[in-house]
């Protein structure tokens, strides 16, 4: 089992970059992958990006491809987003979860899920 705590939300104004941090505990940390998924107010929760246990594999949504980073430090247990060139419509609930095994884009598929941790981009 694994909890997750989201931290680094913020608000920023468009254009700007803000970076959030997830800080997983429990020793096995490198044998989940990693997924960042957002909520924004009367939406479904949807896929952001997602990171294999390596981190060798990355895969993003379309809306924030090229202005999104996701890493993970498997020796300090943090999973990591960089948000770059933000837009008003990434404002959000930004939640981390994790897997065991292969990493997959579908929101049903993650057992762990954190807090989550607000960012609102201003216009």
């Known amino acids: 089992q694994v909890q997750l705590v989201e931290s680094g939300g913020g608000l920023v104004q468009a254009g700007g970059s803000l970076s959030v941090s997830c800080a997983a505990s429990?020793?096995?940390?490198?044998?989940?992958?990693m997924g960042w998924f957002r909520q924004a107010p009367g939406k479904e929760r949807e896929f952001v990006a997602v990171?294999?246990?390596?981190?060798?594999?990355?895969v993003y949504a379309d809306s924030v491809k090229g202005r999104f980073t996701i890493s993970r430090d498997n020796a300090k247990n943090t999973l990591y987003l960089q948000m770059n060139s933000l837009k008003p419509e990434d404002t959000a609930v930004y939640y981390c979860?994790?897997?065991?095994?292969?990493?997959?884009?579908?929101?049903?598929?993650?057992?762990?899920w954190g807090q989550g941790t607000q960012v609102t981009v201003s216009s």
């Open positions: 979860a994790a897997k065991p095994g292969n990493w997959n884009t579908e929101l049903r598929r993650y057992d762990y």
């Open positions: 429990g020793r096995t940390f490198s044998s989940y992958a």
């Open positions: 990171i294999s246990r390596s981190g060798g594999t990355t």
